[in-house]
């Protein structure tokens, strides 16, 4: 698997990567994680499987968004949703820019939950958004019941913005600006790519 980002995380003393999703290596292990009791209330993709590789399919032909694993010393721990917000179902939530980004999440591996690994890989790809150099702001729009995520969001610079209703969910729209983000952690990937 060639990463299309790559970084030594410090924090963790583990390497982070993100690779797009291939259909055929990643569908049986989307499809696992989706089933975890944690993931379902706020992903609700808990069906059989010939009905999650067509959601799957219909995911990987969209070309607003990009699918990614995220790797921590090369196991795949997560999964993750990145997308351009012109063309998104929020882009009608807010005043959106053209270039703004947005991002979805779930750590699907458990042996990797609930021991501080989700604000690194956050805050990595979050980086990773910003190397788009139009990017000023990347959005978020977790479950608005999801206050563990929400949590993480914040630390890692999001700041609150609204509650806002979507077809699945109530979300809470959240902003991570560049400037923020750079003053908060620039110096973390200063030294991580130097």
Known sequence: MQPDFSYYDASTKKTISFVKVDFDRDVKLLHTWQKQPYVIPYWNLDMPFEEYRAHLQKFLEDSHQTLYLGLMDGIPVSYWEAYWVKGDVVENCYEAHQ???????????????GKGYALPLLRAMVHFQFLSKDTEKVIAEPDIRNEKMIHVFEKCGFERVKPITLPDKTGLLMYCRRETFERRWGNVFAKATS
Do not use: M
């Open 99 to 113: 270039s703004d980004q947005g991002i979805h999440l779930l750590i699907g591996n458990k042996n990797y939950l």
